[in-house]
């Protein structure tokens, strides 16, 4: 649905305690102490300094001949209840060049297309922007998952990525833009709604109601969750560490493009999960159903 509800000057607009720490005065044990031992989100700044910004000629150059899966939403999506849609998107192939054509005339936006989850592997761009990820690694001391390195997301401003959770930690670098970030913690997740099992259309990973217009007639629940609401303006140049299970939203905001980077990181100590149940069940679900495909 159309975001009627939120004016301009309130997307950009922080709400919620989400400290911003730089790179340089993190190390793997105030990080762990602070943030990663209870699940707590931080802003990591001045990470990316060495990258930023990647325009939108170096991002073509970079990987332009690359064949990737594309996300469209279509330009009605988000005008019905996600409770309607048949499919979360439809996937279409084409080149990252073809796709940066689609963001400069426009189609892109109007059509909600959207380069999502690209990992980029041994590509320049990987070359350019890994030492800025391996930083964040380093002083962090997060560990990465062994399977996943580093995906691109590149996008149209406008367009939002509903809200949901992942069973893994996570981080958002900003390359070029700006991001709306709203975040519920693990705890807000009957309040949220999520989709059942057995919807079969929307993974049981994301949320039903959209969150900034709310139908309390059909989710009571999320009256309790909004003011639990945290709301982080993530600027080119931050990185945003979202724990294991925390609902997230993200909306990209201003003009032009976007581009970002995310990794997935492992949650050790395992106990963590215990933090974020469901999203425990669903990464185990997933664990064994990528095992059982190896096996055929």
Known sequence: MSDKNTSPKDKYTEMGAV?????????????YREFKKWGKPVVIT????SAIPVDIEKLVSYVGDTVVATREYGAERFSRPKTEWKSYCEMQQRTIAEYCELLKDGSARERHIYLALIEMGHTPLRQLIGPCIDL????????????????????????????????????????????????????QTRNLYPFPLSHGK???????????QPDFK??????????HRKIIILAEGE?????????????????????SINRFWNVDPAWRYALAPRAAFFQLLSKMMRTRKIKN
């Open 46 to 49: 001045h990470a990316l300094d």
């Open 136 to 187: 964040i690694e380093k002083n962090t001391g997060l560990n990465k998952q062994p399977s996943i390195d580093m995906n691109l997301w590149v996008g149209p401003c406008g367009h939002v990525e509903p809200l949901h959770f992942d069973g893994l930690d996570g981080t958002l670098s900003q390359f070029r833009g700006t991001k709306r970030v709203s975040l519920f913690s693990p705890g």
């Open 239 to 259: 990185t945003l560490y979202m724990p294991v299970g925390w609902w997230h939203e993200i909306e990209s905001l201003g003009e032009g493009y976007i581009c």
């Open 202 to 212: 929307m993974p049981a990973t994301f949320s039903q109601p959209y969150i900034d």
């Open 19 to 31: 400290p911003r720490v730089s790179i340089h005065d993190l190390t793997p044990q105030r990080f």
């Open 218 to 227: 059909q989710f009571p629940r999320l009256a309790d969750a909004l003011p």
